[in-house]
T-cell receptor
Framework: AQKVTQAQTEISVVEKEDVTLDCVYETRDTTYYLFWYKQPPSGELVFLIRRNSFDEQNEISGRYSWNFQKSTSSFNFTITASQVVDSAVYFCALMRKDSNYQLIWGAGTKLIIKP | DTAVSQTPKYLVTQMGNDKSIKCEQNLGHDTMYWYKQDSKKFLKIMFSYNNKELIINETVPNRFSPKSPDKAHLNLHINSLELGDSAVYFC??????????????FGSGTRLTVV
């Protein structure tokens, strides 16, 4: 079965705290892609990162970092020193090469950053 | 220049009406998609076209009909609208080439409200 699980439905932290959003995926494919998207209150879907299955290097972009672990099928997202503008729904997604590159979405984690 | 533009942004209509949502991308991508996001933020693929050819057609009522006049456009026509069709509809595009994929670029969404 192909599946993406974001077990945290909602997370609430105080500004400046670090927060990690979990993403666990299931696939039998050897080639796949993992994504994170942000959906702020304004509603648009904003691409954050893409990771290929054959590239397990972690990535850092400013306050954002991603930890890809094939051994545990996880692709977790950490925001360091969170800010109110980080408040959004964050989606993890799996793209399967063997299924017309269809995206399989997690249910999303709503992140609330309190001032 | 907006990469993926969809119109209208908001659409309020009565049950039983027929309506269309238009989508255009200027990224030169070869694949376009329609997604539906329900009130719980769950994203579900509806259709996908690759170079004007339908490649994904999920279980969607046949009141929904996509039309792709060329690879830069994918419109969604909905007949006999029902209350349950109320949702946000996202258009997206992607470029897939061998093992590489750009991920999806999304339009800003169309909030459809059926009254």
């Amino acid at each position: 079965a192909q599946k993406v699980t974001q077990a945290q439905t909602e997370i609430s932290v105080v500004e400046k705290e670090d927060v990690t959003l979990d993403c666990v995926y299931e696939t039998r494919d050897t080639t796949y892609y993992l994504f994170w998207y942000k959906q702020p209150p304004s509603g648009e879907l904003v691409f954050l990162i893409r990771r290929n299955s054959f590239d397990e290097q972690n990535e850092i972009s400013g306050r954002y970092s991603w930890n890809f672990q094939k051994s545990t099928s996880s692709f977790n997202f950490t925001i360091t020193a969170s800010q109110v503008v980080d408040s959004a729904v964050y989606f993890c997604a799996l793209m399967r090469k063997d299924s017309n590159y269809q995206l399989i979405w997690g249910a999303g984690t709503k992140l609330i950053i309190k001032p | 220049d907006t990469a993926v533009s969809q119109t209208p942004k908001y659409l309020v209509t009565q049950m039983g009406n027929d309506k269309s949502i238009k989508c255009e991308q200027n990224l030169g991508h070869d694949t376009m998609y329609w997604y539906k996001q329900d009130s719980k933020k769950f994203l579900k693929i509806m259709f996908s076209y690759n170079n004007k050819e339908l490649i994904i057609n999920e279980t969607v009522p046949n009141r929904f009909s996509p039309k792709s006049p060329d690879k830069a456009h994918l419109n969604l026509h909905i007949n006999s609208l029902e209350l349950g069709d109320s949702a946000v509809y996202f258009c997206a595009s992607s470029q897939v080439s061998g093992l590489a994929t750009s991920g999806y670029t999304f339009g800003s969404g169309t909030r459809l409200t059926v009254v």
